[in-house]
């Protein structure tokens, strides 16, 4: 009887010690000491450099384009300057996920015009993601393990493999292009699931353009608006929505279109997702071992 008590004993210990919590928490409080020291960085370079608080509003942010577009046409290094803080900032806001991009999509619409600013901050945003994605391997094994993200990341999982045969790219774009995908998420989990980098980049940098260029256009009449409101409206997120579904026609038709293609041109398909359907069989190893460990 004592040995069984004592064997029960040793199994709850074991359990709690390999606790997602309790490996998830000092992960976390060193996550957030890395997200204060470069904010605290981010801020002292727009303060010293530029001049300028961290903008909260609309306001905050017109105010803020009269003064760069003056500081910025005096001299080239003041150009480069105020691109490099511009830079710094996106990118602290997009590696930890604050929200209110919107903001800064407005002013580089104000500061660059419309085509630049799309392509300037779509890049941006790929960036900090990928960021972002780097960061996840700090908090995420143990983040994974949590009940309710295992099943959202078992889901995903079986959605990638399902669609592997015409590539992770264009299931990535769809979520990208979707407007209520919580791209913090995608983030997150994505160098768990064996999402490897470089499509993990082009479908953020691609899905991001169409809200950054209507963000763009409102920034170049940055003085006209009155509310932020004025920007993201049904009609935006309809338009959004009716993008993101194109971007669906590779996912749903992609078997077909490519056996099209394949006797159109008279060749044999290639396996040309191999290296995809193996990075997403490790990452469905780890939401099993992830199972696993929690039973």
């Given at each position: 009887?004592?040995?069984?008590?004592?064997?029960t004993?040793e199994?709850?210990?074991?359990?709690a010690?390999?606790?997602?919590?309790?490996r998830?928490?000092?992960?976390?409080?060193?996550?957030?000491?890395?997200?204060?020291?470069s904010?605290?960085?981010?801020?002292n370079?727009?303060?010293?450099?530029?001049?300028i608080?961290?903008?909260?509003?609309?306001?905050d942010?017109?105010?803020?384009?009269v003064?760069?577009?003056?500081?910025?046409s005096?001299?080239?290094?003041?150009?480069?300057?105020v691109?490099?803080?511009?830079?710094?900032?996106y990118?602290?806001?997009?590696?930890?996920?604050?929200?209110?991009?919107?903001?800064?999509?407005?002013?580089?619409?104000?500061?660059y015009?419309?085509?630049a600013a799309?392509v300037?901050t779509?890049?941006?945003?790929a960036v900090?993601?990928?960021?972002?994605?780097?960061?996840?391997?700090?908090?995420?094994?143990?983040?994974?393990?949590?009940?309710?993200?295992?099943?959202?990341?078992?889901?995903?999982?079986?959605?990638?493999?399902?669609?592997?045969?015409?590539?992770?790219f264009w299931?990535?774009?769809?979520?990208?292009l979707f407007p209520?995908?919580?791209?913090?998420?995608?983030?997150?989990?994505?160098?768990?699931?064996?999402i490897?980098?470089?499509?993990?980049?082009?479908?953020?940098?691609?899905?991001?353009m169409?809200?950054?260029?209507?963000c763009?256009?409102?920034g170049?009449?940055l003085?006209?608006?009155?509310?932020?409101?004025?920007?993201?409206?049904?009609s935006?997120?309809?338009?959004?929505?009716?993008?993101?579904?194109?971007?669906?026609?590779?996912?749903?038709?992609?078997?077909?279109?490519?056996?099209?293609?394949?006797?159109?041109?008279?060749?044999?398909?290639?396996?040309?997702?191999?290296d995809?359907e193996?990075?997403?069989?490790?990452?469905?190893?780890?939401?099993?071992?992830?199972?696993?460990?929690?039973?």
């Open positions: 009887m004592d040995t069984i008590d004592t064997s004993d199994k709850k210990a074991t359990r010690l390999n606790s997602p919590w309790r998830l928490l000092p992960r976390l409080a060193l996550f957030i000491v890395i997200g204060l020291l904010l605290l960085l981010s801020l370079l727009a303060r010293h450099v530029l001049g608080e961290l903008p909260h509003t609309l306001e942010i017109q105010s803020i384009a003064h760069l577009e003056k500081l910025s005096n001299t080239w290094g003041d150009y480069m300057a691109a490099g803080v511009f830079a710094a900032l990118l602290w806001q997009q590696a930890f996920s604050i929200p209110g991009s919107v903001l800064f999509n407005l002013l580089a619409g104000h500061l015009g419309i085509i799309t300037w779509s890049l941006l945003t900090g993601a990928t960021l972002a994605y780097g960061l996840a391997m700090l908090v995420a094994e143990p983040f994974l393990q949590l009940n309710w993200v295992s099943r959202k990341t078992a889901f995903m999982t079986r959605q990638m493999k399902r669609d592997r045969s015409v590539g992770l299931w990535l774009l769809f979520a990208r209520f995908t919580p791209y913090w998420f995608i983030n997150m989990v994505s160098p768990f699931l064996g490897p980098v470089a499509p993990f980049f082009w479908s953020c940098f691609l899905g991001s169409p809200y950054n260029f209507i763009a256009q409102a170049a009449v003085g006209e608006l009155s509310s932020t409101a004025d920007i993201v409206s049904v935006l997120v309809l338009k959004l929505l009716g993008v993101s579904f194109i971007s669906l026609v590779p996912v749903i038709w992609g078997n077909k279109l490519k056996h099209m293609m394949t006797e159109y041109i008279g060749a044999k398909g290639d396996d040309e997702d191999q995809d193996d990075d997403l069989e490790k990452g469905g190893e780890l939401n099993n071992t992830a199972h696993n460990q929690q039973a």
